[in-house]
């Protein structure tokens, strides 16, 4: 089964660090692009960052660059998400996504459950 | 990086079509063939239904299919069902980036 499992999230004070991590089976991680994506709760979508399938292409939104840094491990098949000065403005529940390709094709077709990341004092 | 502008809502009766606009500028939807959509179903993680504007992902029902034209796309649900309304949302790639639309609340009356 195609699975995208996220951790890391939780109740953490502004200007703290968390960092989420995304495991993932039943595919060829290392053939894929993968993304992160947050949703405020009733809120819309919003991409925070993307990374290539051997890491030579990273993007990140406005709202987050220099803040967070997205990263790889394809021997673990695992996509992380390293957030730094977190804002109140940063609380949303985190999906990892699937690239349908290697590179950016702007298309997520595998989501996770999701991971609430809640900042807050 | 602005998010795309889609209509806050939209709505047909059972059997009928809907179509859902997606705006965005040359930098986007109009720059690229990397234009997709999802299906959100309320709790629920969201579902891609429409990838590089007009493809459909196996198991996606062909009532679905998708166009663009300049610097807007759009998402057209022919023959609406109840299990159709959802919010849905358009994505484009803009060049390292990617951006996603306000979303579009479809309601089947």
């Known amino acids: 089964e195609v699975q995208l499992v996220e951790s890391g999230g939780g109740l953490v004070q502004p200007g703290r660090s968390l960092r989420l991590s995304c495991t993932a089976s039943?595919?060829?991680?290392?053939?894929?692009?993968m993304h992160w994506v947050r949703q405020v709760s009733g809120k819309g979508l919003e991409w925070v960052s993307g990374?290539?399938?051997?890491?030579?292409?990273?993007g990140y939104a406005d709202s987050v660059k220099g803040r967070f840094t997205i990263s790889r491990d394809n021997a673990k098949n695992s996509l992380y998400l390293q957030m730094n000065s977190l804002r109140a403005e940063d609380t949303a529940l985190y999906y990892c996504?699937?690239?349908?390709?290697?590179?950016?094709?702007?298309?997520?077709?595998?989501w996770g459950q999701g991971t609430m990341v809640t900042v807050s004092s | 990086q602005s998010a795309l502008t889609q209509p806050p809502s939209a709505s047909g009766s059972p059997g009928q079509s809907v179509t859902i606009s997606c705006t965005g500028t040359?930098?986007?939807?109009?720059?690229?063939?990397?234009v997709s959509w999802y299906q959100q179903h309320p709790g629920k993680a969201p579902k891609l239904m429409i990838y590089?504007?007009?493809k459909r992902p196996s198991g996606v029902p062909d009532r679905f299919s998708g166009s663009k034209s300049g610097n807007t796309a759009s998402l057209t649900v022919s023959g609406l069902q109840a299990e159709d309304e959802a919010d849905y949302y358009c994505?484009?790639?803009?060049?390292?980036?990617?951006?996603f639309g306000t979303g579009t609340k479809v309601t089947v009356l």
């Open positions: 996504v699937k690239d349908i390709c290697g590179g950016d094709c702007a298309a997520f077709d595998i």
């Open positions: 039943g595919f060829s991680f290392d053939d894929y692009a």
């Open positions: 990374i290539s399938w051997n890491s030579g292409s990273i």
């Open positions: 040359s930098s986007d939807v109009g720059g690229y063939s990397y």
């Open positions: 590089e504007v007009t």
């Open positions: 994505s484009s790639y803009a060049g390292i980036n990617n951006v």
